[in-house]
């Protein structure tokens, strides 16, 4: 399978915000679930934010709740993040990845990771 390719990243305040997108392949961006996920310096790759194939469910890390709102956008056929209020913890590179089973889409255990957006959040 062809990696995603994520964009969006850069340099922001802490309490800024930012939008990631997700690009994904027409049959790709209608059947899979679609999950973001983020590793830190030094830290192992974690789950972000997850969204079903029809995009009516979603899940959150309990860290970005209430902060960070994942969306499909049918136009564009993109999973997009929106993060608010970000945070210096946030700051980590970004990526993006699927899976058929949106309740396994959370363990992160799928192959094919593109480069990922770089997020830095400054103090």
């Known amino acids: 399978q062809v990696p995603l390719v994520e964009s969006g990243g850069g340099l922001v305040q802490a309490g800024g915000s930012l939008r990631l997108s997700c690009a994904a392949s027409g049959r790709t961006f209608v059947n899979y679930a679609i999950g973001w996920f983020r590793q830190a310096p030094g830290k192992e790759r974690e789950f972000v934010a997850g969204i079903n194939f029809s995009g009516a469910g979603t899940n959150y890390a309990d860290s970005v709740k209430g902060r960070f709102t994942i969306s499909k956008n049918d136009a564009k056929k993109t999973v997009d993040l929106q993060m608010n209020n970000l945070q210096t913890e946030d700051t980590a590179v970004y990526y993006c990845?699927?899976?058929?089973?949106?309740?396994?889409?959370?363990?992160?255990?799928?192959?094919?990771w593109g480069k990922g957006t770089l997020v830095t959040v400054s103090s």
């Open positions: 990845n699927r899976d058929l089973n949106f309740g396994r889409l959370q363990s992160g255990a799928m192959d094919n």
